[in-house]
């Protein structure tokens, strides 16, 4: 039995969730899951471990908005993916306004965990 040890429930998604970079304006993944606390990328572009990155995602609200969560997130780790030229990067959240995080958190918690 595999005991999980995750501090927060993490969700996955389900579809397409394209990530940016705000300093370069450049779409750098996709959402793999979330928590409150982070995000596993789907990374298209290179990423550096230990960088911190300034990221900006959109979750469809309850009316069927796309509103836009901008954190700040430091690279813990990353692997190479099968696919080639995309890897998977575990991200933690440094920051993220109240009102993305209030959107974010029920989002999280309405939907299947992530493995």
Known sequence: MIREFRRARRRNVPKPVTVFDLMTEQAIGRLGNVSESGMLLV?????????LYQLRFHLRDDRGQDIPIDVGA??????????????????????????????LRPWVNAGPEAE
Do not use: C, K, M, Y
């Open 74 to 103: 430091h690279l813990l780790w990353s692997a190479q993916a099968n696919t080639p030229g995309q890897s998977f990067a575990g991200l933690r959240f440094l920051t993220i306004d109240r009102e993305p995080l209030e959107l």
């Open 43 to 51: 990374a298209t572009a290179p990423v550096q471990e230990d960088a």
